[in-house]
T-cell receptor, first 112, second 117 residues
């Protein structure tokens, strides 16, 4: 199994600013993903964070809004740029393989 | 493309009663199936999964789910629930056949299970 930590656990930000969320895994993993959970809704995949290459984004998500870094096999960051109140969500990272994925505790973001 | 439908957004039950949380999926390819649980103010935890073999899978805390290929369903059941089972439950699928969708999870809308004393 893998233990995943995220920082910060929560934040309140003003519109127009950016926030970078960090995801740390306690072991090396090939696959890392970033999800968004909007209030009262399910999880939606934002992108796959690929080590050594550009992230792969899902439909409706773009690199300019959600830049992702993956400098090594245990760490990734997601930046939420030029935030608006619609970006208020829980952001989760996950890691693992196709048979099992482990999730971080999430970052609760509120944009005012 | 894949989609997952959880037919009940909320399921209230009394303690020690049986419960079934329904999950149906749609996919053009073969899938792996998962149930995740999210306890209040906690992250997602894997509850059980179907990869291959026996269509009935069990978790360590008494939940079970059965994969029904003809009905494209993966319903979650427990014969007797406890107060501590109160949580939100998510059904999810991933593409078995690889390619660009490899490892990505598609989630249902979630079912909030509330167990009353």
């Amino acid at each position: 199994s893998a233990v995943i930590s995220q920082k910060p656990s929560r934040d309140i930000c003003q519109r127009g600013t950016s926030l970078t969320i960090q995801c740390q895994v306690d072991s090396q993993v090939t696959m890392m993903f970033w999800y968004r959970q909007q209030p009262g809704q399910s999880l939606t995949l934002i992108a796959t964070a690929n080590q050594g290459s550009e992230a792969t984004y899902e439909s409706g998500f773009v690199i300019d809004k959600f830049p992702i870094s993956r400098p090594n096999l245990t760490f990734s960051t997601l930046t939420v740029s030029n935030m608006s109140p619609e970006d208020s969500s829980i952001y989760l990272c996950s890691a693992g393989g196709v048979y099992e994925q482990y999730f971080g505790p999430g970052t609760r973001l509120t944009v005012t | 493309a894949q989609s997952v439908t959880q037919l009940d957004s909320q399921v209230p039950v009394f303690e020690e009663a049986p419960v079934e949380l329904r999950c149906n999926y749609s996919s053009s390819v073969s899938v792996y199936l998962f149930w995740y649980v999210q306890y209040p103010n906690q992250g997602l935890q894997l509850l059980l999964k179907y990869l291959s073999g026996s269509t009935l899978v069990e978790s360590i805390n008494g939940f079970e789910a059965e994969f029904n290929k003809s009905q494209t369903s993966f319903h979650l059941r427990k014969p007797s629930v406890h107060i501590s089972d109160t949580a939100e439950y998510f059904c999810a699928v991933s593409d078995r056949d690889g390619g660009t969708s490899y490892g990505k999870l598609t989630f249902g809308q979630g079912t909030i299970l509330t167990v009353h004393p």
